[in-house]
């Protein structure tokens, strides 16, 4: 959560003519919005929320990405959702992403709700499965690829755009199939 809030002491400081306590304050809020609004279940004891979301993109990922999550789990990558869950969701793409795209991240999960995460998951992977595929990385290597791959990416708009389509996809394919509460990142 201390990335969270870091990357959200930085935003609300950029260009703001605040003092530092209503800096901190605005800051304060935002975090507040997003553990109440998008993940009660998160940041408490036995963390279900995040559980849930690992199980789900799992899911996602042997769905839409099928010869990729075959590859991974090959390499003994078991609980594959729930250690991408815990390095992106839990953060929110704070901690190993430039301000620039934790920034775009943050705009389009506050617009289109918090299930736009997996969109980004999906994104981020598929734009590095062409590497991941034909590499002989073990599974610790691949996670090590994947944290500095996010310092490697440069094109912010190339990755928000593959992952709103992949949203779009997931909208309209995934999510409303299933009842809202089975799916949701957080509930």
């Known amino acids: 959560m201390s990335h969270i809030a870091g990357r959200l002491l930085c935003i609300a400081?950029?260009?703001?003519?605040?003092?530092?306590?209503?800096?901190?304050?605005?800051?304060?809020?935002?975090?507040?919005?997003?553990?109440?609004?998008?993940?009660?279940?998160?940041?408490?004891?036995?963390?279900?929320?995040?559980?849930?979301?690992?199980?789900?993109?799992?899911?996602?990922i042997r769905d839409r990405l099928p010869a990729l999550?075959?590859?991974?789990?090959?390499?003994?990558?078991?609980?594959?959702?729930l250690i991408l869950a815990?390095?992106?969701?839990?953060?929110?793409?704070?901690?190993?992403?430039?301000?620039?795209?934790?920034?775009?991240?943050?705009?389009?999960?506050?617009?289109?709700?918090?299930?736009?995460?997996?969109?980004?998951?999906?994104?981020?992977?598929?734009?590095?499965?062409?590497y991941l595929m034909n590499s002989d990385l073990d599974f610790f290597e691949i996670f090590g690829y994947l944290k500095k791959s996010t310092m490697r990416m440069t094109n912010v708009d190339f990755l928000v755009a593959n992952a709103k389509r992949e949203w779009g996809y997931l909208r309209t394919n995934v999510f409303s199939e299933k009842p809202r509460r089975e799916f949701a990142l957080y509930y």
């Open 69 to 81: 999550f075959t590859h991974l789990e090959a390499r003994g990558s078991s609980h594959l959702g």
């Open 13 to 60: 400081r950029d260009g703001k003519k605040m003092k530092s306590l209503e800096v901190e304050a605005c800051a304060f809020y935002l975090l507040r919005k997003i553990c109440d609004k998008f993940c009660p279940t998160t940041y408490c004891d036995g963390m279900e929320g995040l559980h849930q979301s690992g199980e789900i993109l799992e899911e996602l």
């Open 86 to 130: 815990t390095n992106w969701f839990l953060p929110l793409f704070c901690a190993d992403y430039t301000k620039e795209t934790t920034c775009r991240i943050l705009d389009v999960i506050m617009t289109d709700g918090p299930d736009a995460m997996y969109a980004f998951a999906i994104a981020i992977l598929r734009m590095n499965q062409a």
